[in-house]
Antibody, heavy 119, light 113 residues
Framework: QVQLQESGPGLVKPSETLSLTCTIS?????????WGWIRQPPGKGLEWIGS???????YYNPSLKSRLTMSLDASKNQLSLKLNSVTATDTAMYYC????????????WGQGTLVTVSS | QSALTQPASVSGSPGQSITISCTGT?????????VSWYQQHPGEAPKLMIY???NRPSGVSNRFSGSKSGNTASLTISGLQAEDEADYYC?????????????FGGGTKLTVL
């Protein structure tokens, strides 16, 4: 059974960098799936952030691309997210997830971690 | 790519059927059979309910079904039950000359009366 667990600071100051880690169990990060991040501002809908394949193929949301870096660490079986120059609009629940090729489906999802951007 | 369009809310009584629409373009919903649907209860992570337009993952009730016509996909829930009350999101693979993305709908709140 594949499980994902997000971790990272719950509070980030404006203009700083938001950094999150997702630890994956039950599946190797080098398996033939994408791994990705999806966020949900409080009371709002889902927004895809980006997807990355172990081979290096990476797809980012164009609206976030200039501030975004995603990477995989096979030694720790972890996925990471870095989003720089954050503002209050980046406040959201951040989910990591496994994503099928062609983005056919997202499953499973982590439980999510709430990140608030505030001074 | 823009978000897919869903109704903000739908409602139905127990035992009835409801349908939630998800409208996109030929660059996403209409161009690929890669539409999926997610159920989200308050305080929980989304759960995959339908993938590849009309396929149910193991463990999902057969009361949930999906379909697509042109640029609009639909999720139908038959025999409504109280536990079906949740938010529902559609998503689709989307590709243009400039980018390849995953797009979500804005979400639909289902109320079981």
């Amino acid at each position: 059974q594949v499980q994902l667990q997000e971790s990272g600071p719950g509070l980030v100051k404006p203009s700083e960098t938001l950094s999150l880690t997702c630890t994956i169990s039950g599946s190797s990060i080098s398996s033939n799936y994408y791994w990705g991040w999806i966020r949900q501002p409080p009371g709002k809908g889902l927004e895809w952030i980006g997807s990355i394949l172990y081979s290096g193929a990476t797809y980012y949301n164009p609206s976030l691309k200039s501030r975004l870096t995603m990477s995989l660490d096979a030694s720790k079986n972890q996925l990471s997210l870095k989003l720089n120059s954050v503002t209050a609009t980046d406040t959201a629940m951040y989910y990591c997830a496994r994503i099928q090729h062609w983005f056919r489906w997202v499953d499973p999802w982590g439980q999510g971690t709430l990140v608030t951007v505030s001074s | 790519q823009s978000a897919l369009t869903q109704p903000a809310s739908v409602s139905g009584s127990p035992g009835q059927s409801i349908t939630i629409s998800c409208t996109g373009t030929s660059s996403d919903v209409g161009g690929y059979n890669y539409v999926s649907w997610y159920q989200q209860h308050p305080g929980e992570a989304p759960k995959l309910m339908i993938y590849d337009v009309d396929n149910r993952p193991s463990g999902v009730s057969n009361r949930f079904s999906g379909s697509k016509s042109g640029n609009t996909a639909s999720l139908t829930i038959s025999g409504l039950q109280a536990e079906d009350e949740a938010d529902y999101y559609c998503s689709s693979y989307a590709s243009s000359y400039s980018s390849t993305t995953l797009v979500f709908g804005g979400g639909t709140k289902l109320t079981v009366l």
